[in-house]
């Protein structure tokens, strides 16, 4: 594989536009830039939740596939027209959602984010997912998107919340459950 970036800053961002994937430049605060963008920082929040060293198994090696998923969903945001997930990746996010699920309690009360490091972690992703979904959403009511790209940014902050509950729980740790203050 050559070279992707000889030269990492062009200059021509400095007037307030960015380059789509189609060669074409839009401004940097259009809808889609806002909504490939958020799908960017989701990724780099899973990439937080993965640099923790001790975590459930079955939660690192979902969110390693699903990183490779949403660098394919930005490319998606950033090419009008291009399609890369589809309903199978949908489904696999499902799968492996139930398949953590199943061993936890159910749940009764609101949780706080926290519990542990990882924990915290996996709730950051799964806000800056829900801000990239309806980022993506807002992108939807203007342009043509994939449909199932959005049902895949809705699935994958259910998985975050249910392997947040995971990540709380491990070595005999447990969630942080909200209490209502009195008043």
Same mark, same amino acid.
């Given at each position: 594989?050559?070279? @992707? *970036?000889? =030269?990492?800053?062009?200059?021509?961002?400095?007037?307030?536009?960015?380059?789509?994937?189609?060669?074409?430049?839009?401004? =940097?605060?259009? /809808?889609?830039?806002?909504?490939?963008?958020? /799908?960017?920082?989701?990724?780099?929040?899973?990439?937080? /939740?993965?640099?923790?060293?001790?975590?459930?198994?079955?939660?690192?090696?979902? *969110?390693?596939?699903?990183?490779?998923?949403?660098?394919?969903?930005?490319?998606? +945001?950033?090419?009008?027209?291009?399609?890369?997930?589809?309903?199978?990746?949908?489904?696999?996010?499902?799968?492996? +959602?139930?398949?953590? $699920?199943?061993?936890?309690?159910? *749940?009764?009360?609101?949780?706080?984010?926290?519990? $542990?490091?990882?924990?915290?972690?996996?709730?950051?992703?799964?806000?800056?997912? !829900? @801000?990239?979904? !309806?980022?993506? #959403? !807002?992108?939807?009511?203007?342009?043509?998107? $994939?449909?199932?790209?959005?049902? %895949? +940014? $809705?699935?994958?902050?259910? %998985? *975050?919340?249910?392997?947040?509950?995971?990540?709380? !729980?491990?070595?005999?740790?447990?969630? /942080? %459950? #909200?209490?209502?203050?009195? =008043?």
């Amino acid at each position: 594989m050559g070279h @992707r *970036l000889s =030269k990492i800053y062009t200059r021509t961002g400095d007037d307030g536009t960015t380059g789509l994937a189609d060669g074409s430049r839009v401004d =940097k605060c259009a /809808v889609r830039v806002d909504a490939y963008g958020s /799908v960017d920082e989701t990724n780099s929040a899973i990439g937080l /939740v993965l640099a923790e060293t001790d975590i459930d198994q079955r939660v690192r090696d979902c *969110l390693v596939v699903v990183q490779h998923e949403l660098f394919e969903a930005g490319a998606e +945001l950033s090419l009008p027209g291009y399609s890369a997930l589809d309903e199978t990746h949908v489904l696999r996010l499902e799968q492996a +959602l139930d398949a953590i $699920n199943a061993e936890l309690p159910p *749940l009764k009360e609101f949780i706080l984010p926290g519990g $542990n490091r990882a924990a915290a972690a996996c709730h950051l992703a799964r806000t800056v997912c !829900r @801000r990239a979904e !309806r980022d993506a #959403w !807002r992108l939807a009511k203007q342009s043509e998107i $994939n449909r199932a790209l959005l049902s %895949y +940014l $809705n699935r994958l902050s259910d %998985y *975050l919340f249910v392997a947040a509950r995971v990540l709380a !729980r491990q070595k005999g740790g447990r969630e /942080v %459950y #909200w209490a209502r203050q009195p =008043k």
